[in-house]
């Protein structure tokens, strides 16, 4: 209560639910990490979020 949502990087427009096991946010969520490690992903990431228009 009072704190700010944090939005999923991954699910776009929509808020963290926290849905990987043992996450406490997009900090330390595992597959957050897995697709910012992987160049692949992070630009299939990007390219999701240029087609939203959204940053
Ligand atoms: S736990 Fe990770 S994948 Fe799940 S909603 Fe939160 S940030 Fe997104």
Known sequence: MGRPVPQCPIRLGEPCSLCE??????QDCGLVWLV????????????????RGTV
């Open 36 to 51: 910012m490690t992987d160049p692949e992903l992070r630009e299939r990431l990007a390219e999701l979020r240029r087609e």
């Open 21 to 26: 096991p043992g996450a406490t946010g997009p």
